[in-house]
């Protein structure tokens, strides 16, 4: 099975200060036709999670673009340019390029 | 608007069966994959299982910790998927979210439906 690891555990920040969250795979992510399956989700709490990145760096569907995603093979980062209130929750990356499908185990984003 | 309603949670005793279902609107349901995922409480994301479209052969991928209990269905002709818990342990205790899959990821999520195994 492909582990995830993320850092940090939790991330204090400060209301329109950047976030970065790091995450890294036990192997590559790149699959055998080319692309590489990793997401990232949103989780505000008591709500379930949300789609915000997927294949790296595509930004879904209605997501603000002070979110962006970056990386290749087995590091990524997920990166918010300015952190809103909205924002708090936990961020998990994902990994679709083989079964069993694994997360990180989270990373808690929460304002100072 | 895409939408995916689970329903069928609740409380049940360790070794009995339970069974959710996913009622999906807003898109073509017969054509996407549909994958289950849960969240223990407090805790992270765990996938559960993945069933491809009819299309693709309608196979299916379990993870190991529920493989041979838990068995996933569709009805694409009521745009409904099912999954089918056997033999229920303490630790299946999560809420269970079910996904439309979008392609290499899950694009849309329900709100969930919570199980608790307990006696």
């Known amino acids: 099975d492909i582990v995830m690891t993320q850092t940090p555990l939790s991330s204090p920040v400060t209301l329109g200060q950047p976030a970065s969250i790091s995450c890294r795979s036990s192997?590559?992510?790149?699959?055998?036709?080319?692309?590489?399956?990793l997401s990232w989700l949103q989780q505000r709490p008591g709500q379930p999670p949300r789609l915000l990145i997927y294949?790296?760096?595509q930004r879904f569907s209605g997501v603000p673009d002070r979110f962006s995603g970056s990386g290749a093979g087995t590091d990524f980062t997920l990166k918010i340019s300015r952190v809103e209130a909205e924002d708090v929750g936990v961020y998990y990356c994902m990994q679709a390029t083989q079964f069993p499908l694994t997360f990180g185990g989270g990373t808690k984003v929460e304002i100072k | 608007e895409v939408q995916l309603v689970e329903s069928g949670g609740g409380l049940v005793q360790p070794g009995r069966s339970l069974r959710l279902s996913c009622t999906a609107s807003?898109?073509?349901?017969?054509?996407?994959?549909l994958s289950w995922f849960r969240q223990a409480p407090g805790k992270g994301l765990e996938w559960v299982v993945f069933?491809?479209?009819?299309?693709?052969?309608?196979?299916?991928e379990y993870a190991a910790s529920v493989k041979g209990r838990f068995t996933i269905s569709r009805d694409d002709s009521k745009s409904i998927a099912y999954l089918q818990m056997n033999s229920l342990k303490t630790e299946d205790t999560a809420v269970y979210y079910c996904t439309k899959w979008g392609g290499s990821f899950s694009d849309y999520w329900g709100q969930g439906a919570l199980v608790t195994v307990s006696s």
């Open positions: 069933i491809r479209s009819k299309v693709d052969g309608g196979t299916t």
């Open positions: 807003g898109f073509t349901f017969g054509d996407y994959p």
């Open positions: 192997q590559s992510l790149v699959h055998s036709d080319g692309n590489t399956y």
């Open positions: 294949k790296i760096s």
